[in-house]
């Protein structure tokens, strides 16, 4: 072998152990991107009052204990009626459920009752509704999330 073939197959050589190590990199950083975004980390990153109550807002519009939750304690004390009620459907009601057929009463209820979309909010779009898929104890919903531009628009 000559000089300049040895030269040139420890020049690729060494080219592609560096490719290897980049792309070996990059799928690491890739991974953690999706570990930090992942629903659960992103819930858990959430809540600052996990034993949190409801709150009573000015004009005695009460601001569900789902909200409260994502709320250091005490933030919420003095809130204003206006703020109170967007607070709510920001959290409990800025959505529609697109698969009601497939769900028993039972489901519709717990949705209802106990779904908040505090960990849904990022996935919202600026100015177009976006749909998710949800398992929340048990029951799958379909929800089409409101824009910010809509839910900004209520009074």
Same mark, same amino acid.
């Given at each position: 072998m000559n000089m300049v073939s040895q030269k040139k197959i420890f020049l690729m050589s060494t080219?592609?152990?560096? =490719?290897?190590? +980049?792309? &070996?990199? !990059?799928d690491v950083v890739?991974?953690?991107?999706?570990?930090?975004?992942?629903?659960?980390?992103?819930?858990?990153?959430?809540?600052k009052n996990?034993? =949190?109550?409801? +709150?009573? &807002?000015? !004009?005695g519009i009460r601001i569900d204990k789902r909200v409260v939750k994502y709320y250091p304690e005490g933030a919420l004390d003095n809130t204003s009626k206006e703020k109170a009620i967007k607070l709510n459907h920001i959290y409990i009601d800025s959505y529609d459920l697109l698969n009601i057929s497939a769900q028993n009463n039972g489901c519709e209820l717990m949705l209802?009752?106990?779904?908040?979309?505090?960990?849904y909010n990022y996935l919202r779009n600026e100015n177009e509704r976006v749909t998710v898929e949800a398992n929340f104890n048990g029951c799958f919903f379909q929800?089409?999330?409101y824009s910010w531009a809509e839910i900004e628009k209520l009074n």
């Amino acid at each position: 072998m000559n000089m300049v073939s040895q030269k040139k197959i420890f020049l690729m050589s060494t080219l592609l152990i560096f =490719a290897i190590n +980049v792309f &070996a990199q !990059g799928d690491v950083v890739r991974q953690e991107e999706n570990k930090s975004s992942s629903p659960e980390s992103f819930k858990l990153e959430l809540i600052k009052n996990k034993n =949190a109550k409801e +709150v009573v &807002a000015e !004009g005695g519009i009460r601001i569900d204990k789902r909200v409260v939750k994502y709320y250091p304690e005490g933030a919420l004390d003095n809130t204003s009626k206006e703020k109170a009620i967007k607070l709510n459907h920001i959290y409990i009601d800025s959505y529609d459920l697109l698969n009601i057929s497939a769900q028993n009463n039972g489901c519709e209820l717990m949705l209802k009752n106990e779904f908040d979309l505090g960990e849904y909010n990022y996935l919202r779009n600026e100015n177009e509704r976006v749909t998710v898929e949800a398992n929340f104890n048990g029951c799958f919903f379909q929800l089409s999330l409101y824009s910010w531009a809509e839910i900004e628009k209520l009074n």
